[in-house]
């Protein structure tokens, strides 16, 4: 049993993308480790910091959802709430350098989506480029052991790593511990457009909120091929949205390959692969959407800030610890 | 009466460069308004991250010079100790570009003097990169309207205010005051060597703990002018040390006047000018060294506690109001 740490910015309700990427792997971690889920506004804010009111009203809709999905046996919190990252995110900005921190490969890649001017680095903000040193702040300050992330996340779990091995040294201390990042398998979910990134702004995406209506609307309208005129003729299943979704959902491979050959041979209709992917996918969302009428905001309210105690007083540990190390406590009553 | 806020990095015991440059300044200060005197041993830390006992043994030292030169009007507190700096700092840290805070020209100055390479800015810590913005908070953290500086400063002031307009105009408040600086007109104390710049690894400056013995053989070894052999032979005022020293500390410039006059002439021996001055230093230090001697270090601990206390007080006030502008209050009991 390790001490787990994952999350999310709160930057818009969370989707099918999100479900088969992370969300169901933490539903099955959270009965064999200890797991927090952090909700991080105020990584979020390092983006959308001219939209606050945004960023808060997302922070409420990402921990219903974590409540609809079935997450009920980890301790969710909110980042902002938590008031030694900010004091350890400081110490821990002395010992990296500028140009390690513009060098994170996650960083340059983020840097560079923004904007294609090469000065963009130059034009972003401070609070921006730190976020790395934040993070490292996050995980150690619930001691985390494990740190589920995606494949392009590891430059962050190595940064952590190197401030938690500089800080020991520095301090002759071995408060800090070391993460180890959980690299999950599942790939990217693709758009309903067929777009390689489902985002909101794309409206591309089937929201753990959306209503049977609007998920049967959504699958319907999913690209499929465009030489798959009448039933009869043969067709294409790749670059296929709706074989893509169903390769990420059907937990049946055999009937899915059969329903592949199907498909190809020709015979097998969009609209009867579609309604298949709408009666799987419902059996996700249906159970989800349960759960999600039954919780109250107050629920939610309580269980959060619950979390963001228990987050809390880890963290306000540490802290006296790192402190300690670094000669800094003093006895103010 | 306005709310000044000023203060010394603890990286050494304050000596007379500091007397004459702000320290004698802020005893008439604390009487016209309410002084805040800020130790700033996180912002030491930027430089000093891998000395943290030194850092921390220098606060108690400058905490006892500030108390035996007389500043009992005012309210002392340890940076490290308010709460509310880190969070204001990395809320504030987003509404600053990197390119801003490298063009920063007193940060400019410290990265070029720190060293030769044009690359430095590159190598130096984020911690030291975005010190201006952590001064930004310690400005508006205890609402600070007066900040007396050197001229060398002037830029962290404007850097601040613009931080405080950004937040204002951004989250639609007007929660953050800027603040005016009150420059003061002394000129730098020069070393007893000579040298430019007066510095505890150089060994040459004179320290308010400085023992009378140590005063007079400090003064003694005072380079004058090397031409001036012979008591009636014609001496030079200028790069003359101890002139300049009588010209800081020399309250009755009409005899000044006359002495100068007296040691271009010829007649005015080196030892009788430093008789003078260390007869003139004398009268600072004496009582200096009387009130330190009454000074229990839990006296200065108790003082120095109570202003952490009230400047936190006022520190969570703006945070709160700070965090109320960015949708960012939770109500956890």
């Known amino acids: 049993m390790s001490i787990v740490l994952t999350g999310d910015r709160p930057t818009g309700p969370l989707h099918l993308g999100h479900y088969i990427g992370s969300l169901k792997n933490r539903l099955d971690l959270q009965h064999k480790h200890q797991m927090y889920i952090m909700i991080a506004d105020t990584q979020a804010l390092t983006d959308y910091f001219d939209r606050p009111q945004f960023v808060r009203d997302n922070i409420w809709q990402i921990a219903q959802d974590y409540l609809a999905i079935g997450l009920d ?25 500028l140009a390690r ?46 740190i589920p992330v995606g494949i392009d996340q590891l430059p962050m779990i190595e940064q952590a790593n190197e401030i938690v091995r500089k800080f020991n040294s520095m301090y002759k ?16 979910l693709i758009g309903i457009d067929g777009n390689a990134k489902a985002s909101k702004s794309l409206n591309n995406c089937i929201f753990l909120i959306d209503s049977p209506d609007v998920v049967k609307q959504k699958v319907m309208s999913m690209y499929t091929d465009p030489n798959h005129i009448r039933v009869s003729d043969p067709g294409n299943v790749k670059n296929n949205v709706v074989f893509h979704y ?39 969302l249906e159970p989800i959407r349960e759960r999600r009428s039954k919780i ?28 300690e190390a670094m000669h800094l406590n003093f006895d103010i009553n």
């Open 73 to 97: 046996a980890c301790d969710i919190f909110i980042q902002s709430t938590i008031k030694a990252l900010p004091e350890l995110t400081m110490y821990y900005m002395n010992l990296v350098t």
């Open 101 to 146: 921190v513009t060098r994170n490969p996650t960083v340059k890649a983020e840097l560079k989506q923004k904007a294609s001017k090469e000065s963009f680095e130059q034009s972003a903000p401070c609070g921006f480029v730190c976020y790395p040193i934040s993070q490292a702040a996050d995980i150690t300050c619930v001691q985390a052991e494990l």
């Open 173 to 188: 201390t071995d408060v800090l511990k070391e993460s180890q990042a959980i690299l999950s398998e599942t790939s990217r």
């Open 246 to 284: 169903l390769e990420a959902f059907y937990e049946d491979k055999e009937d899915l390959a059969a329903m592949k050959a199907h498909y190809k041979k020709g015979g097998l209709g969009d609209v009867t692969i579609k309604q298949k992917l709408i009666g799987i996918l419902e059996n996700i």
């Open 296 to 323: 109250k905001q107050t629920d939610v309210e309580a269980i959060v800030y619950a979390g963001c105690k228990k987050a809390s007083k880890t963290a306000h540990e540490v802290l006296y610890k790192v402190k």
